[in-house]
């Protein structure tokens, strides 16, 4: 998903209402925490100050969760502080499916999610912002077709794709922020609670990271 450094995104209204409240939680992230962070504001910063496309690729084992998470709110993120030209994408080790209880969570921050095909690793169209293509969501290996093969920061979501993967091919960096995995808590009373518990967490931290990128007219 691309931005267009003329256009300006009006964001869902929903999702305007939930980075409100988020934004005010930069200051409880960690210390340690930002020093990883700021290396990937770093690489967007680079790549913005050069006018050149940035690409972030979110990884974790099975393309289910986290990633996705880390995929949308950097997209939202993006289009929020107005930073052209990025591309998000996500991508696992393994091929399984975008997990419905990650897509309920993403609905209930306000993401407009929609099930374009079937079988067991559908399609789904996600929307942001009015008059912004959809983002096409479903589970995949980091190196499919469909990501890209060279100059993208790799964003390493978990800390078993963090292990598998010491090097990942056509990165031009790679950083590794591990979340806990909110597929611990499925099927307990717990589950909704953890699953939006780390949705709020990824969107913090991401929008974290694009609150840091000076935009270059």
């Known amino acids: ?3 267009d ?14 980075i409100n409240g988020i934004k005010q939680d930069f200051s409880k992230i960690p210390q340690d925490r930002k020093v990883e962070l700021d290396k990937i504001a770093e690489f967007i910063q680079l790549k913005v ?33 107005g930073v052209p030209r990025v591309k998000t994408f996500s991508g696992g080790t393994e091929v399984s499916a975008f997990n419905e209880r990650a897509i309920a969570a993403c609905k209930r ?5 929609a099930k374009a095909s079937e079988g067991p690793n559908p399609l789904y169209a996600v929307n942001y912002a009015a008059g912004v293509e959809p983002i096409k969501a479903f589970s995949k290996k980091y190196d499919d077709a469909s990501n890209p093969q060279s ?3 790799a964003i390493m979501t978990c800390s078993q794709a963090d292990k598998a993967c010491p090097i990942v091919k056509g990165a031009a960096v ?8 909110p597929k611990a808590f499925d099927g307990t ?29």
């Open 151 to 153: 100059n993208f920061l």
């Open 174 to 181: 790679r950083v590794a922020t591990p979340y806990d995995d």
């Open 49 to 81: 100050n050069a006018k050149e496309p940035v690409q972030l690729t979110y990884i974790c084992t099975h393309n289910s969760r986290r990633s996705h998470f880390g995929q949308l709110w950097a997209a939202t993120a993006a289009a929020y502080y």
């Open 189 to 217: 009373a717990q589950e909704t609670a953890k699953y939006d518990e780390r949705c709020k967490q990824i969107a913090t931290e991401t929008f974290y990271v694009f609150s840091k990128v000076k935009v270059v007219i």
């Open 109 to 113: 921050a306000g993401f407009d999610i």
């Open 1 to 3: 998903m691309s931005n």
């Open 5 to 18: 450094p003329d256009k300006k995104v009006v964001l869902n209204s929903s999702l305007v209402t939930y």
